[in-house]
């Protein structure tokens, strides 16, 4: 019998791709065997370059799994650049089966694709094995398809703890973040105490360096104690953590570059969203990373130049969870309808999602910052049934002064008036339509209004759940 590849390589060696690692490439059909849906599909994912990121373009939520797990079909690798278990991304195989992703990046439902967990990523690992045992034991194989960077940081239980007591801390001027901890662990990484991946392969220095972390945050936090007996058990937790990672610990910077030469195509899938962006957000209710294309770089180790396209998802209209300003939220009975009909309730909390209409402003000053080259329009098919839709075109102060962009000051945010545009909706049920051509003509209008507004193309516009429930434009 030959023996089994080495999943735990030295650094900077790659490791083996699985036996059913290799580009996905759809069927061939003449123009007279072919659906114009069909033929729309196959004609935009084969323009598609080799690198592809997929990011949020509002403040998270959009829909960014669904179009990775589909566009992954036709891609060698999926990663995940930043962020951690505070983005949930819900996709479902090919049965229906519902899927709530955390840390697994959306592409490990098609069985072709690598995983990739990058280093601008932090891992919390009794969160990562949770995610890894349910897709087993729902029959998707993960074994030699993860790779977690041995940069990436580690995120502990009492990260989350601390994430708690901070908010509590804030009172009433709370953040409203997930408490899943991600604050705290990206602070301990840019104070330059945090653990790594890679300190797992040194358990003989570990306690030290944890406890070092430890003793730090209850020295900032009254209502966080520890004792040598709970820092012992987390030790030998991490123990048992560090054997079990074992595999799947890999120098992922080398990895992503000599994939690229390898001419291997690459999806990166974008946790969050831009507006959610740790400087372009709405600080500081923002996240702790940066969702916006920039991220793609530093948290994966690759160049700019190797981005060849970039997808801002974007919903037809607009939802927040937690606090923070939000200039077009419906607080009557429009918003709850949208919340409603949209199933708005977040992945990772469950909490109800603030909704309001689409915000051209925030969408425009997305766009600018990330370059993208295509939007993929989420939920159209929620809109269906109103009489009439609007769209936030602009911004303007309370004395009737234009804003130009969207704004870094809360306090001007928060007393701006939108200026909007009405459209007329529509009643018909869109749930089914594969062709673009076969929107209503209402539909078809807002969709190409929202193009020449952003002035970039929209080239995916999701009308359901299902990974069928997209019309390639």
């Not at 709530?100 to 990058?118: A, D, K, R």
């Not at 009433?172 to 105490?193: A, L």
């Not at 991490?238 to 910077?253: H, M, N, Q, S």
Request: charged content about 25%; hydrophobic content about 35%; some cysteine.
């Amino acid at each position: 019998m030959d023996p089994a590849p080495c999943l735990f390589p030295a650094a900077g060696q790659r490791p083996p791709a699985p036996p059913c690692l290799g580009r996905v490439v759809l069927p061939s059909a003449s123009a007279a065997e072919e659906s114009s849906a069909a033929a729309a599909a196959r004609r935009r994912l084969e323009s598609l370059g080799q690198v592809v990121g997929v990011l949020g373009t509002q403040w998270g939520d959009e829909g960014k799994g669904k179009l990775v797990d589909i566009l992954a079909r036709r891609f060698d690798v999926v990663a995940r650049c930043q962020g951690g278990a505070n983005a949930g991304h819900t996709v479902y195989n090919s049965e229906g089966k519902k899927f709530s992703l955390h840390l697994v990046p959306s592409g490990i439902l098609n069985e072709n694709t690598q995983c990739v967990i990058g280093n601008g990523t932090v891992v919390h690992l009794p969160g990562l094995f949770k995610e890894i045992d349910e897709l087993e034991s729902n029959g998707v194989s993960c074994e030699g398809r993860i790779l977690v960077s041995d940069r990436a940081h580690l995120l502990f239980d009492f990260h989350q703890v601390l994430d708690g007591l901070r908010e509590a801390e804030l009172g009433n001027s709370f953040i409203g973040t997930t408490k899943r901890g991600i604050g705290p662990c990206y602070s301990n990484k840019f104070i330059r105490n945090g653990l790594r991946v890679s300190d797992l392969r040194h358990m003989d220095t570990f306690c030290a360096k944890l406890n070092t972390l430890m003793k730090d945050a209850a020295m900032r936090f009254k209502g966080f104690e520890y004792s040598s007996k709970t820092l012992k058990e987390e030790v030998d937790k991490y123990k048992r953590f560090a054997e079990r990672l074992g595999p799947y610990i890999t120098d992922t910077v080398h990895f992503m570059n000599e994939s690229i030469l390898q001419k291997e195509k690459i999806l990166v899938e974008g946790g969050q969203a831009t507006m959610l962006d740790i400087d372009f957000g709405t600080y500081p209710f923002v996240t702790s990373s940066s969702p916006s294309s920039g991220g793609i770089c530093t948290g994966l180790g690759i160049a700019p130049g190797s981005i060849h396209d970039l997808i801002g998802v974007v919903k037809a209209y607009t939802t927040r969870v937690g606090s923070g300003p939000f200039p077009t939220e419906l607080l009557g009975k429009t918003g709850d309808l949208l919340r409603a009909s949209g199933m708005e309730f977040g992945t990772t909390t469950g909490r109800p999602r603030r909704c309001g209409w689409l915000d051209i402003v925030a969408l425009k000053y997305c766009c600018q910052i990330n370059g993208f080259s295509s939007l993929n329009l989420t939920k159209l098919d929620v809109l269906s049934g109103l009489k009439e839709i609007k769209l936030g075109i602009s911004y303007c102060t309370k004395d009737g002064k234009t804003i130009e962009s969207f704004p870094a000051d809360l306090d001007l945010l928060e007393q701006i008036k939108v200026k909007y545009e009405a459209m007329p909706g529509w009643e018909e049920d869109i749930s089914l339509i594969q062709d673009y051509n076969d929107l209503p003509k209402t539909a078809r209008l807002y969709v190409e209004r929202i193009e020449e507004l952003v002035n970039i193309p929209v080239h995916y516009i999701g009308v359901g759940p299902g990974r069928d429930a997209l019309i390639y434009k």
